[in-house]
C-alpha cells in the first residue's frame, strides 16, 4: 500500500518520462512495421505488417501522449482517437483487401512467400 | 415493426441524445452559454438527421451491450497484444519463416453486426485478414498457416456472437 501510495504522490513526476517513453516505443513500432512492408513479398502480407503500425503503434503513442497531456480534456480526446482508430482501421483494411480479392490478385502462399524476398509478382 | 418497436425507437433515441450530450461536453470542455448553444442545435441537427435517415435502432446505437462488449474489447485487446508479437517477430527475423495461407472460415454470428464484429476482429489482429464475407463464411488471409487452422477462430467467433447477439457463450 505504501508503495502504490508513493507511486501515486509521484504521479506528476514520472508522468512524462512514462510518456515519452511510450512515445518512443510506439516510434519504434511503427518503424518495425514499415520494415515488415518492405520485407513481405505480396500485398497480402504486406498489409499484415502495416496493421502492426495501426495497432500497438498506434496504441503506444496515443498513450504516451496521453500521459503527457496537460489535461482530462486532453486525454478524453485522445482516448476517442484511440476508439476511432479501432473501429477504422480495420474497415479500411478489409476494403483495401476485399478490392484486391475482388480484383483478382492471387496472395503467395506457403514456402513460396519465403523465397525470391524483395521480387514481386504480377506488378 | 413488432409492437416493442415504437417503445424501443424511442430508447434509442434518448441513448443517442445522451451519448452526443455526453461527447459533445467531453470534447470541448467549456461550458459558455455560446459554446453549449452551439452544442444544443449540432445534437438537435444529428438527431433530426439520424431520424430521418431511420438508422436509428439497436445496430446504430447498441448501447444497452455496452458491458458485454467492454468485456469483450479487453479480451480483444490481449488477443491483439499477443499477435502483434507474433507479427513483429516475423518483421524482425533474419530469415523469413512467413508461411501465408487462405483459408475458409464458418462463423455462427447470424445479425450483421455480429458478423461486422468477427470480421473486424479477424482484421484488427495483425497477422489475419478478412478478404470477403459471403454468407456465414469468411474467407481469411493470414500470415502464418498455423495461425489460421481450423479452429483458430472458434474462441473469437464464440465470443463474438456472446457480445453482439446475447448468444449463450
Redesign the interface.
Known amino acids: 500500500m505504501e508503495i502504490w501510495e508513493a507511486f501515486l504522490a509521484n504521479f506528476h513526476a514520472w508522468r512524462p518520462w512514462a510518456g515519452a517513453l511510450l512515445c518512443v516505443l510506439g516510434a519504434v513500432?511503427v518503424v518495425?512495421?514499415t520494415?515488415?512492408v518492405v520485407?513481405?513479398?505480396?500485398f497480402?502480407?504486406r498489409?499484415?505488417?502495416a496493421?502492426?503500425t495501426d495497432?500497438?503503434g498506434a496504441t503506444s503513442l496515443l498513450l504516451g501522449m496521453g500521459l503527457m497531456s496537460p489535461?482530462l480534456?486532453t486525454v478524453?480526446?485522445l482516448a476517442?482517437i484511440w476508439v476511432f482508430l479501432?473501429?477504422t482501421?480495420?474497415?479500411a483494411?478489409?476494403a483495401i483487401?476485399?478490392a484486391?480479392?475482388?480484383a483478382g490478385m492471387q496472395?503467395?502462399?506457403?514456402?513460396r512467400?519465403?523465397g525470391d524476398?524483395g521480387e514481386r509478382e504480377g506488378d | 415493426m413488432n409492437k416493442g418497436g415504437a417503445f424501443f425507437g424511442v430508447g434509442y433515441l434518448l441513448g443517442l441524445f445522451v451519448a452526443l450530450v455526453a461527447f459533445w461536453l467531453a470534447m470541448s470542455g467549456l461550458m459558455k452559454p455560446l459554446l453549449l448553444s452551439l452544442g444544443a442545435v449540432s445534437v438537435a441537427i444529428t438527431l433530426f438527421l439520424a431520424m430521418r435517415l431511420d438508422v436509428v435502432d439497436k445496430e446504430s446505437a447498441p448501447y444497452l451491450r455496452w458491458p458485454v462488449f467492454i468485456g469483450y474489447w479487453f479480451w480483444l485487446m490481449g488477443e491483439i497484444i499477443k499477435a502483434n508479437w507474433r507479427v513483429i517477430r516475423a518483421c524482425l527475423r533474419a530469415d523469413l519463416d512467413i508461411n501465408p495461407a487462405l483459408v475458409k472460415v464458418k462463423t455462427r454470428c447470424k445479425s450483421d453486426l455480429a458478423k461486422t464484429t468477427f470480421a473486424n476482429s479477424i482484421t484488427l489482429t495483425p497477422g489475419t485478414v478478412t478478404l470477403s464475407v459471403e454468407g456465414d463464411k469468411l474467407l481469411v488471409h493470414a500470415l502464418y498457416e498455423q495461425d489460421a487452422e481450423p479452429g483458430a477462430f472458434d474462441d473469437m467467433d464464440r465470443r463474438t456472437a456472446a457480445a453482439a447477439e446475447g448468444a449463450p457463450a
Do not use: E, Q
Not at chain 1, 496472395?107 to 514456402?111: E, L
Open positions: 513500432l518495425i512495421g520494415v515488415g520485407r513481405f513479398p505480396d497480402y502480407t498489409m499484415h505488417a496493421s502492426v495497432t500497438s489535461d480534456v478524453f480526446k476517442a479501432f473501429l482501421g480495420p474497415t483494411t478489409h483487401a476485399n484486391a480479392h475482388v496472395p503467395v502462399t506457403g514456402a512467400a519465403r524476398v
